[in-house]
C-alpha cells in the first residue's frame, strides 16, 4: 500500500509570496477555471439584462423579468457553487481564500463542475456508482478533500474507452472511504504523489488492477454513511 501525503495546508489567508510565486499551477485548477469563468459570465449577463429591463421601467419589461424567476435562482445557486469552487481552487494555490467557509455539498458541487470542464475539452467524467457523499465540515481547512477526490478522478478519466465508472464508498462504519476510479497511467500516479507530498494525512493508493485503482481516503473526510 502506497502512502500519497498531501500538500501541507495553508496557515493563514494571507497569500505567502515567496511560495506561491514558484508553485506551479495545479492541473485541476487550470482545467477548472475557464468553467468557473463561463458560469460567472452567464450569471453576469443575465444579470445585466435584468438590470436593462428595470431601468426602462414600463410595466412589460417588469412582467419580463418577473419571469426570469427561475433562470435568477439558477443564477444564484451557480454564484453560491462557484464562489466555493474558486475559494477550493485559490487554497489548492497556496492562498486560504475558503477562510471559514464550509460546505457539506462542496464534493458534489465539484464533481459536477469537473464533468462539465471535461465535457468542454472533449473528454468525460464516468457516473459515480453510488451517492456522492457530504464533506465533513471539520475535516482539515474544508477543501483539501474535494481537492483530492476531483484531482484523482481528473488522472482517472484520461482514456475514454475505459470503463470510466467511479464509487466513494465507506468501507466500514469508522473506516476509510475506498475512492475506486479508471487506473490512472503510472506518470499520472506520480504526479499525485508529488501533488500530495508534504502532508501526512492519511491519503493512500490501495489496490491496482490492470483497469482499476482504490485510493483510501481519511474516516473523517466526510459523513458517516
Avoid at 204 to 220: N, Y
Wanted: glycine letters at 12%; hydrophobic letters at 45%; one cysteine or more.
Amino acid at each position: 500500500m502506497q502512502e500519497l501525503p498531501m500538500s501541507a495546508p495553508v496557515e493563514s489567508g494571507v497569500a505567502q509570496e515567496g511560495a506561491n510565486s514558484q508553485r506551479d499551477l495545479d492541473p485541476l485548477v487550470a482545467l477548472l477555471m475557464p468553467a468557473v469563468i463561463h458560469r460567472l459570465g452567464n450569471a453576469t449577463q443575465l444579470l445585466t439584462g435584468l438590470n436593462a429591463m428595470l431601468a426602462m421601467g414600463d410595466q412589460d419589461a417588469l412582467d419580463m423579468v418577473a419571469g426570469r424567476g427561475e433562470d435568477l435562482s439558477r443564477a444564484g445557486m451557480h454564484s453560491i457553487h462557484m464562489g466555493y469552487a474558486l475559494g477550493v481552487l485559490g487554497s489548492v494555490q497556496g492562498s486560504n481564500l475558503l477562510l471559514s467557509r464550509r460546505e457539506a455539498r462542496g464534493l458534489e458541487w465539484m464533481v459536477e463542475l469537473l464533468g462539465e470542464a471535461l465535457r468542454r475539452e472533449g473528454g468525460q467524467l464516468g457516473v459515480p456508482t453510488g451517492p456522492i457523499p457530504d464533506q465533513n465540515p471539520a475535516a482539515m481547512d474544508g477543501w483539501q478533500a474535494a481537492w483530492a477526490v476531483c484531482r484523482i478522478l481528473l488522472a482517472g478519466a484520461t482514456d475514454s474507452t475505459a470503463d470510466q465508472s467511479w464509487s466513494l464508498q465507506q468501507s466500514a462504519a469508522g473506516g476509510p472511504w475506498l475512492l475506486d476510479v479508471p487506473r490512472p497511467h503510472p506518470d499520472d500516479l506520480e504526479q499525485l504523489a508529488m501533488a500530495f507530498e508534504g502532508q501526512t494525512c492519511g491519503l493512500l493508493l490501495g489496490t491496482c488492477s490492470e483497469a482499476r485503482a482504490t485510493f483510501e481516503l481519511p474516516a473523517d473526510w466526510f459523513r458517516q454513511a
